[in-house]
């Protein structure tokens, strides 16, 4: 089955550095790409996707970036402040006998320093 | 429009004791699922349902039941809580099972003793 995995596993950064986090994915059905933050006893949160079809997609500070031949993407988040510190999750969508469900990474903790 | 919404918040449970947490949505969203999150492990899939009436597994579907007699409602049993389900599950729905944004409910801390 899918299998995403997810680095680094933690990222400090000073205020106004740019963070970067990596996924990697196993199946090369996946198409979909999601990026979610998760604040501290909070739900997860959409933050950016990504379908298989686009290179590159960027909102604001936030970009996402995908290479399906080396099967990867990754989060990029500029000019970071105090508000990004954040627990990450990429996900992959999933093919096969799950049908498109998510698989999620393990996720990366942002520290943000001011 | 309230989104998702899950019950309990909190619970502790002793065990071999069952429970249901509830899981009801809205905004008329075909598919659902259960994740649980433990530290370090991300979210892991444990039972999904693509329409009233169709559930299926996920990766960690053992120690759960599922069913889905409504589009709006999808309750997560234990049968027989065990301490390894101690974790915090979340209950997420989407208008479509593939590439469409899923919305997650606010979550349910789960302690077994």
């Known amino acids: 089955g899918e299998n995403v995995e997810q680095h680094p596993s933690t990222l400090s950064v000073q205020e106004g550095d740019s963070a970067v986090i990596k996924c990697t994915y196993s199946d090369s059905a996946s198409n979909y790409f999601p990026w979610y933050k998760q604040e501290l006893g909070k739900r997860p949160q959409l933050i950016i996707d990504i379908r298989s079809n686009v290179g590159e997609k960027k909102d604001q500070r936030i970009a996402v970036t995908l290479n399906k031949t080396a099967k990867h993407f990754s989060l990029h988040i500029t000019e970071t402040q105090p508000e990004d510190s954040a627990v990450y999750f990429c996900?992959?969508?999933?093919?096969?006998?799950?049908?498109?469900?998510?698989?999620f990474g393990k996720g990366t903790k942002l520290s943000v320093k001011p | 429009n309230a989104g998702v919404t899950q019950t309990p918040k909190f619970q502790v449970l002793k065990t071999g004791q069952s429970m249901t947490l509830q899981c009801a949505q809205d905004?008329?969203?075909?598919?659902m699922s259960w994740y649980r999150q433990d530290p370090g492990m991300g979210l892991r899939l444990i039972h999904y349902s693509v329409g009233a009436g169709i559930t299926d597994q996920g990766e960690v579907p053992n120690g759960y039941n599922v069913s889905r007699s409504t589009t709006e409602d999808f309750p997560l049993r234990l049968l027989s809580a065990a301490p390894s389900q101690t974790s915090v599950y979340f209950c997420?729905?989407?208008?479509?099972?593939?590439?469409?944004?899923?919305?997650f409910g606010e979550g349910s801390w789960l302690t077994v003793v």
């Open positions: 996900a992959a969508s999933y093919y096969g006998g799950s049908q498109g469900n998510l698989i």
């Open positions: 997420a729905s989407s208008d479509s099972l593939r590439g469409n944004t899923i919305y």
């Open positions: 905004m008329n969203h075909e598919y």
